[in-house]
C-alpha cells in the first residue's frame, strides 16, 4: 500500500506531541486513511480525556466507513476514565486497523485486537513496532518489569564531582540546560531524592522554566529529621519513603502506578539505584568545570559501569551524555524473555498480509 509506513510516522509524531501530558497513560497517536487521503487524525492530548482513535474519529472530514485506521497502540478493549477505543471503531464503519505495537498492560495486551478481528475487521500489528515501543518506552517498561522506568539524571564537573562538599549546593550548569532539565521532569511522572539533598539544596523540584506539570516530589527519608518548611513540602504533591531499600521502593511505586522516575540525586541515592541494577537511562549534563580531588564525586561503585548506546549533545556551554545502562545478565535475560514474549504475541495476532490480500495477488 503507497505510503504505509508515512501513515504510521504521521501517527507517532502526532503521539509526540503530548510527552508528560498524558502520565500515567502512554503517547498514542491516530490518522485515518480512505481511498488514499487522509480525513482525520488525532493524538491522546492528556489523561482523563479522550483517546487518540476518538480524536481521529470525531475530526474526520467525511464517513470513515470502509476507512483504514492508523494507531500507534492497540486501541483498548476496556472501560477506563474514558470507554473502549473498540467499540467506537466497530461503531464507525473503520473496515482496518494496523497497528503499530500491542499493549502490554493486562487489560489489553491482545484483547482488542481479538475484539477487533472477532467482528470481522482486517487487522494488522508491528508497522513501526521498534518507533512505537521506543516512544513509550517508560509504558513498556512499566508493564514489562513490573517497576517503573528510572532515569537517573546528574550534573556532573569535568572529573565526575557533583559537588563541593556534602553540606552545601554548588551551580554547575548553565541557563540553557536548566530549561532543558524542567522539561525532562515535566516528561516523568515523578522525581526522586535523598534527604542529604533536600537538607543542603533545598531545591524546588517542580516545572518553571518550560510549560508543564509538576512531578510527584518523592523523598527517600533515613534517620535524619526534614524540616517541613522546605520547598519540597510546599503543596500536597509529595511522597516520602523512610528507610527504604530500592526494590521494595520500586515495588511500592510500582503498586501506585507510577510509570517513571526521574532520580536526581545525591551521591549516595546514585549509587543504591546503580548498585541496584535498575537503572534504564542516564541524563549526565557536563559542565565545563573541574571541582578538584575533595569534592563530592557523582557516585562510588564497586564495580565497572559500562554505557550503551551514548549520544553526546551541547546544551549552550555545557554537554548531555545520554546512553542506557548496561544491565546484569540475569536482567538482561528477563527483559530478552520479555521481549520474546511480546514478539511471539505479535506474530499470533498481527497479520502482514491478510489471507485476502494474498488470494488477490
Request: charged share 30%.
Amino acid at each position: 500500500m503507497p505510503h504505509h509506513s508515512w501513515h504510521m510516522r504521521r501517527a507517532l509524531r502526532l503521539a509526540e506531541k503530548a510527552r508528560g501530558w498524558t502520565l500515567p497513560n502512554p503517547l498514542v497517536g491516530a490518522l485515518i486513511i480512505k481511498d488514499e487521503r487522509r480525513i482525520g487524525e488525532g493524538h491522546h492530548t492528556g489523561f482523563g480525556k479522550p483517546h487518540a482513535e476518538v480524536e481521529a474519529l470525531a475530526s474526520c472530514t467525511e464517513s470513515p466507513e470502509g476507512a483504514t485506521l492508523y494507531v500507534t497502540l492497540e486501541p483498548c478493549p476496556h472501560q477506563g476514565k474514558t470507554p473502549p477505543c473498540t467499540d467506537a471503531i466497530l461503531k464507525s464503519g473503520i473496515a482496518k486497523v494496523v497497528i503499530a505495537a500491542l499493549d502490554p498492560s493486562e487489560k489489553a495486551n491482545g484483547k482488542g485486537v481479538k475484539i477487533l478481528k472477532d467482528a470481522g475487521l482486517e487487522v494488522e500489528v508491528g508497522l513501526l513496532n521498534k518507533e512505537a515501543m521506543e516512544l513509550n518506552k517508560e509504558f513498556f517498561t512499566f508493564h514489562q518489569k513490573k517497576r517503573p522506568f528510572i532515569t537517573l539524571k546528574a550534573a556532573l564537573s569535568l572529573d565526575g564531582k557533583i559537588s563541593m562538599d556534602r553540606e552545601s549546593k554548588t551551580s554547575l550548569t548553565g541557563d540553557k540546560t536548566q530549561i532543558f532539565l524542567h522539561q525532562l521532569r515535566h516528561e516523568h511522572q515523578a522525581i526522586l531524592v535523598g534527604a542529604g539533598t533536600v537538607l543542603s539544596d533545598n531545591p524546588h523540584l517542580g516545572v518553571r522554566r518550560v510549560e508543564g506539570r509538576d512531578p510527584l516530589r518523592i523523598i527517600l527519608q533515613g534517620e535524619r529529621e526534614l524540616p517541613m518548611d522546605a520547598h519540597v513540602f510546599r503543596d500536597s504533591n509529595f511522597l516520602v519513603l523512610k528507610n527504604q531499600k530500592i526494590e521494595s521502593l520500586l515495588k511500592s511505586l510500582y503498586e501506585k502506578e507510577v510509570i517513571s522516575v526521574l532520580v536526581e540525586g545525591g551521591s549516595e541515592i546514585f549509587t543504591a539505584f546503580l548498585e541496584a541494577d535498575c537503572v534504564d537511562e542516564m541524563k549526565l549534563f557536563i559542565a565545563p568545570i573541574f571541582l578538584g580531588e575533595s569534592a563530592l564525586p557523582f557516585a562510588n561503585l564497586k564495580e565497572p559501569l559500562q554505557l550503551k548506546k551514548t549520544k553526546l549533545q551541547e546544551i549552550g556551554r555545557d554537554f548531555l551524555l545520554t546512553a542506557l545502562v548496561e544491565q546484569s545478565a540475569d536482567a538482561h535475560v528477563a527483559e530478552k524473555t520479555a521481549a520474546s514474549k511480546d514478539k511471539k504475541l505479535n506474530k499470533q495476532v498481527g497479520i502482514r498480509k491478510s489471507r485476502k490480500a494474498k488470494q488477490s495477488e
